[in-house]
């Protein structure tokens, strides 16, 4: 089965300074990557996602996530942390189980961004 | 475009009452998803639909919850009776099979005392 595990349950940054996000992913075959974001009392958002072309996949609002193979890693990263991107964030993994595209969720990192 | 809209977005309830949660998915998706989001659990795939179909329902907790798809515009999460540890956050979701990713609602927050 698919699974994911989101490295950091907090991580806090300054305003400007750079975001590093981190993920590790369990699969069985080549897998379909996603990041989500949650802010407060809201729907998740899409951020980005992977699904086997490039390996550096670029996002909005400045994120982007590096698919390594080799590391079983899709960290997630922002040149210049902004106080809007405090939010919690998912990395999700696709597992097809009966051929439906089912969605796995990382336990979320919160990040705090202080100016 | 709309979005997946959920209604209500907040919901208080008396341990025991029937409780029923709303979803409208995106127009022109054929797959719809219902998921349950807590502190303990995080997020956690309670049933997908098809076509209107419910295809796997293996994440639902237990025979008080159910749901339903009459048709491709409609969906209910139904909690009968309803207690305090189904309070959650309950998400809906919707997709088509040329996209892989799923578009969320904004939630229901449900809280059963």
């Known amino acids: 089965a698919q699974s994911v595990t989101q490295l950091d349950s907090h991580v806090s940054v300054s305003e400007g300074t750079p975001v590093l996000l981190r993920c590790n992913y369990s699969?069985?075959?080549?897998?379909?990557l996603f990041w989500y974001v949650q802010h407060p009392n809201k729907g998740l958002q899409l951020l980005l996602k992977?699904?086997?072309?490039?390996?550096l996949v670029k996002g909005i609002n400045g994120f982007e996530a590096e698919f390594k193979k080799s590391e079983t890693s899709f960290h997630l990263t922002k040149p210049s942390a902004h106080m809007s991107d405090a939010a919690e964030y998912f990395c999700?993994?696709?597992?097809?189980?009966?051929?439906?595209?089912?969605?796995?969720f990382g336990a979320g990192t919160r990040l705090a961004v202080h100016p | 475009d709309a979005g997946v809209i959920q209604s209500p977005r907040h919901e208080v309830t008396e341990m025991g009452q029937e409780v029923t949660l709303r979803c409208k998915p995106i127009?022109?998706?054929?797959?719809l998803f219902w998921y349950r989001q807590t502190m303990m659990r995080g997020l956690e795939l309670l049933i997908y639909f098809n076509n209107n179909v419910p295809i796997d329902d293996s994440g639902m907790p237990e025979d008080r919850f159910s749901a339903k798809m009459p048709n491709a515009s409609f969906s209910t999460l139904k909690i009968q009776p309803s207690e305090p540890r189904d309070s959650a956050v309950y998400f809906c979701?919707?997709?088509?099979?040329?996209?892989?990713?799923?578009?969320f609602g904004q939630g229901t927050r449900l809280t059963v005392v």
């Open positions: 699969s069985s075959y080549s897998p379909s």
């Open positions: 992977y699904t086997s072309a490039a390996t």
């Open positions: 127009s022109g998706h054929n797959s």
């Open positions: 979701a919707s997709s088509t099979p040329e996209r892989i990713e799923a578009f």
């Open positions: 999700v993994v696709s597992d097809r189980p009966g051929g439906y595209n089912k969605l796995i």
